[in-house]
């Protein structure tokens, strides 16, 4: 039992006596420490990574968010100002209609006046001074009353055959849009202001009569506002006919105004203009720069 117990110590003692086995134990030893201190160092760098990762993701989303935000809102405005046109276009449309309405209206009243006062009126004065002529040529008569009546008649005659004209053009009528128009500017030329007329159409050429009717007011309206407004001596109209278009250019060379005020500039006279294009599809432009005078292009389909 004694000798067992001894032969163990020594073992033991030579055990640790032996560099051998102590080198290989402090081997063990550090090789445990280094695999522990490497899993640790492994576990805060995943940690720093996962937290790197949640902040990008948390930076993406905040980013995704204000991009998501400042869509809604463009869309929200576009869509915004797409019913503003959309209400503003329809607001257009009803005074284009209301407008188109009002001139149809007025071109048929136009017309019965016109007739009456050209086939009734002016027939009942004429057959008035024709009697008068002939009672005074039967009876030798000559008074001074008589020919003041007369006189008074012809001037009756005069202003009813204008007023006729102003409602209808006759030459319109009767000869068609392009001597119309001619006729126009020589009737609106004097010594303030001088229309120059040119034309590539025929003189003779016709078109439907509402077409002419509308083209001829139009141009009428547009001659009284370089008149009126534009303190022009000189201006000019340029008819011509291409790829069934009707185009009229007019130019003068008055005092203008800015682009800014073309807008404010338009009063009703402009809106019945543009109602009036408006109703056969055309196109309208001005150009006017101050003290350069006045450009106007209109484009008409013509109607078959």
Known sequence: MLSRFFTAFFFFVFINGNPIFNKQKTFVTTASFSSETSKKATIVESHKLEQLRNKKIVSLSIVLLIILFFLFYFFYQNNKLKQKIKRKDIKQKILLNIINAGIDSQEVQQKKIASFLHDNINSLLSSVGLHLNTFTAQNNIKSDEIQKAKSILAEAHDLLRDIS????????????????????????????????????????????????????????????????????????????????????????????FKAKKINEAEGFGLNRIRARIKKFKGSFDISSKVNEGTKIKIKIPIPH
Do not use: W
């Open 165 to 256: 004209h102003d409602l209808v053009p006759s030459l319109l009528v009767r000869f068609g849009l392009i001597y119309a128009l001619e006729d126009l500017c020589e009737r609106n030329s004097n010594a303030t202001i001088h229309f120059d007329f040119s034309s590539t159409v025929p003189t003779d050429k016709r078109y439907l009569e509402k077409f002419e009717m509308n083209i001829y007011f139009i141009v009428s309206e547009l001659f009284n506002n370089i008149i009126k407004h534009s303190e022009a001596n000189n201006a000019k109209i340029v008819l011509s006919e291409r790829q069934k278009h009707f185009t009229i250019k007019i130019r003068d060379n008055g005092k203008g």
